[in-house]
């Protein structure tokens, strides 16, 4: 019988449309599933994200027949050692385009004497891959996007649990529940009966009008080839969204320091502010701003916020508290459960203007004016902030005097002009 392959999972936790086990497949007709439970981005990552990734690694190893191997661990060690334990002719992965995991693969590829085959990625078109007529990379979303719709994609690979024989080799998962790929086709196929109320509803909070499948994309629970395989013609605006996700990697695989570092390197000279206790306010949800303190609030209750409160919350760090954007990604970072590197640094680069498509540092919401529009009953404010839930309708965004609620810590018109003059002073 031939040596097994290697299927090490990293941000590919499902067995459908999976590139890189029909490679294995074409090795061997048996394969060892593996996962290394890598302390270097386990470390920073907040309990929410642990225990949901602990959730999709028991649905995978449900998928597996109970045959995943999860190894704690240096993957430079653990891989070649399950290697050798098994005796595998081959290591199969979808390619991993970050920087920590580009410089891991690199060290492990080293370490082997057995080939390390890389097929697909976590992206429906590879970072890198999508380029300007002279070679360079895009800067700017838009024309990006027109070259990547253009670039194309390949249909879903057709895989599942069957596509290898799993040998098996043990877990090391403790028990608790299990969610991954199944739920992330559920959730797809409900949400494929709003999809067209999705560019109306997107930006409303109060309503269910998102997909939430960043999660779910985030550890490859699906692939996004097979949420792009769904989408017609007049959904444009959800093509674009997963646009955005697709261009963010190109951008860190170019700019891998963009990661810790502005982008733009003019916003290394700008003024911040370093006021700790309001930094606590605001990731305690306790800024006396209804909208803000709700997107906080629910990121510490549910590990995830709604887009444009992102957005609004975002924006009152780095333009009403006037701190750097990275203490706000870095507080991201460890509570999201869909927590991505790209989208989410780039994100915040975007809000505070020293990223690409960078909003004009004019653009300062107004947290009362953003709530008022996209939550115009409050109900997602009364959801979040009990405090709140006796003032009715879009009052709820301007309380006054309410017992147990903060009074507003800034006033937003005159941080506003402080964040004016401040990204003024380094435009010249």
């Not at 999972?9 to 490679?23: K, S, Y």
């Not at 060690?77 to 050798?84: G, L, W």
């Not at 196929?189 to 067209?196: N, Q, T, V």
């Not at 550890?219 to 959800?238: I, Q, S």
Request: glycine share 8%; aromatic share 10%.
């Amino acid at each position: 019988m031939a040596d097994p392959s290697i299927v090490w999972f990293r941000r590919d936790l499902r067995t459908g449309d999976h590139p890189a086990l029909l490679a294995a497949a074409e090795r061997s007709p048996s394969a060892v599933g593996l996962f290394v439970l890598d302390d270097v981005l386990l470390g920073p990552a907040g309990k929410p994200r642990v225990d949901f990734l602990y959730n999709c690694l028991r649905n995978l190893n449900d998928q597996l027949g109970g045959r995943l191997m999860v190894v704690r661990g240096k993957p430079v060690e653990v891989v070649p050692r399950v290697v050798a334990e098994f005796g595998a002719g081959s290591v199969h992965v979808s390619a991993d385009m970050g920087p920590y995991g580009r410089e891991r693969d690199a060290a492990v590829e080293a370490a082997l004497e057995v080939d390390f085959v890389r097929t697909g990625s976590p992206y429906a078109v590879a970072p890198g891959r999508v380029r300007k007529a002279d070679g360079e990379p895009y800067k700017v979303f838009t024309p990006f996007k027109r070259a990547w719709l253009d670039h194309g994609w390949r249909a879903p690979a057709d895989t599942d649990a069957s596509t290898v024989d799993w040998v098996d080799a043990g877990t090391g998962l403790p028990a608790g529940d299990s969610h991954g790929e199944r739920d992330a086709l559920l959730a797809w196929e409900d949400f494929r009966d709003r999809l067209d109320d999705y560019a109306r509803d997107r930006d409303r909070p109060d309503l269910d009008g998102t997909s939430r499948m960043s999660a779910y994309l985030r550890w490859g629970c699906v692939h996004p080839r097979t949420l792009l395989a769904d989408l017609g013609e007049n959904h444009d605006v959800y093509r674009s969204e997963l646009a955005w996700r697709e261009f963010y990697a190109d951008v860190l695989w170019h700019r891998p320091e963009t990661a810790r570092a502005n982008y733009d390197k003019k916003f290394d000279r700008i003024t911040h502010d370093n006021d700790t206790g309001l930094f606590d306010a605001w990731c305690q949800g306790k800024t006396g701003f209804p909208i803000v303190d709700a997107g906080m609030r629910q990121l510490l209750a549910e590990g995830w916020m709604h887009n444009r409160v992102r957005m609004i919350v975002a924006s009152f760090l780095v333009k009403d508290l006037h701190l750097p954007w990275w203490w706000g990604a870095r507080h991201f970072m460890r509570h999201l459960i869909d927590g991505d590197l790209a989208s989410n640094q780039h994100g915040w680069q975007w809000t505070a203007g020293s990223g690409t498509d960078a909003a004009p540092y004019f653009r300062v919401f107004n947290p009362t004016s953003q709530g008022e529009k996209f939550d115009p009953n409050g109900d997602y404010v009364r959801r979040y902030v009990p405090e709140l839930r006796d003032i009715p309708g879009k009052a709820v965004h301007k309380p006054s005097g309410v017992k147990g609620y903060p009074e507003p810590v800034v006033d937003h018109a005159q941080e506003r002009q402080v964040a004016l003059d401040r990204y003024a002073a380094i435009k010249g």
